[in-house]
């Protein structure tokens, strides 16, 4: 499917619909051809735990292609007051990994590492113990 902000309506929670400037520097790394070739789908696991799965794919960062094993990652710990945004991103060598967003009562995203693409976006609200599917927002752009 690829890069989604979702209406409020279709959203687990209100903070998914709203863009947060990170959306827009995910946008502008397309613009400079970074992105995803084919694959790289982060979805919640069978037996849903704090962990996501990424298929199988193919990436370009900086003008370096990369292939991406299919693989789990794992998402931060919830904190017991207020909700996070992780942020689930491949580099241009490949590796999956979650960036831990800060818990606050409106989190935002955290920042993108360098060399990196995001590939998804978790909301992980306050005490949760397990990421479901309507949690997880593709945020994959497409170049070819």
């Given at each position: 499917m690829g890069f989604g902000i979702p209406n409020e309506a279709d959203a687990f929670h209100t903070d998914q619909a709203e863009p947060d400037s990170v959306d827009f520097g995910i946008l502008a790394a397309a613009h400079a051809r970074d992105g995803v070739l084919v694959g790289c789908v982060v979805t919640a696991q069978?037996?849903?735990?704090?962990?996501?799965?990424?298929?199988?794919?193919?990436?370009?960062?900086?003008?370096?292609?990369?292939?991406?094993?299919?693989g789990n990652v794992t998402i931060?710990?919830?904190?017991?007051?207020?909700?996070?945004?992780?942020?689930?991103?491949?580099?241009?060598?490949?590796?999956?990994?979650?960036?831990?967003?800060?818990?606050a009562a409106n989190p935002v995203f955290p920042a993108i590492p360098?060399?990196?693409?995001?590939?998804?976006?978790?909301?992980?609200?306050a005490n949760d113990t397990t990421i479901a599917a309507n949690q997880i927002t593709d945020k994959r752009l497409f170049t070819g």
């Open positions: 069978g037996t849903p735990d704090m962990t996501v799965a990424v298929a199988v794919g193919e990436i370009t960062v900086a003008g370096v292609w990369a292939a991406v094993a299919a931060t710990a919830a904190d017991v007051t207020n909700p996070s945004f992780d942020l689930v991103v491949v580099n241009n060598s490949g590796t999956k990994s979650a960036v831990a967003g800060t818990a360098a060399n990196s693409l995001v590939l998804a976006a978790v909301y992980v609200p």
